[in-house]
């Protein structure tokens, strides 16, 4: 058997040509034997999964204190667009000693930062609170006259009394008659059964 024979010039190049070939070859090597979540980093993002741009979170509210005749006086946070009386029901209602002839406009739209501020009853000797208004004899255009009633719910109180034999608990107006939680709020300090 005869074993090839270099040419001149054989050992110039594998002096010059091997190291670039051991290189390419350690490098393959590298990239196939790489953890791929480090390969995984140092590769950009393709195009089409480019972040979205960033855009300001919605505020989560309106900051609201509720301070004067109310059950719980403090800070509330409220949604956006809600009325004064939601604010009020959020801090437990009217307090007993309230003056219902002088509440805020229950109607109002609430802003960041405002004080709703419910008056609380004089303290003098001949002033008398209000009868509470039975809510199994009172008529319709007396609950009508109750802060938080509407017609539509007066009428809604008679019919249920008339078909159900009467109420049993004032959170019955919610329960059966559909009287919406922050009204019932506020009518409860003004009915009993």
Known sequence: MDWPRLTPGWGRLLLFGVPPLLATAALGAAFLFLPASSSAAAAPPPAAEAAP????????????????????????RMMR????????????????????????????????????????????????????????????????????????????????????????KTSELVSAVGMDPAAFAIAKRYVHV
């Open 53 to 76: 741009p960033l855009v300001a979170p919605a505020t989560p509210g309106l900051l609201v204190h509720v301070s004067g005749g109310v059950v719980h006086p403090g800070l509330y």
């Open 81 to 168: 667009g809600e009325r004064v009386y939601a604010a009020i029901a959020a801090a437990g209602g009217l307090s007993a000693d309230a003056d219902p002839d002088r509440v805020p406009d229950l109607a109002g739209v609430l802003r960041d930062g405002e004080q709703v501020k419910v008056p609380i009853l004089a303290r003098t000797a001949g002033r008398a609170r209000a009868p509470l208004v039975d809510l199994n004899s009172a008529t319709a255009d007396e609950l009508a006259a109750v802060p938080g009633f509407t017609p539509e719910i007066a009428d809604g109180a008679i019919s249920y009394r008339t078909n159900f034999g009467g109420f049993q």
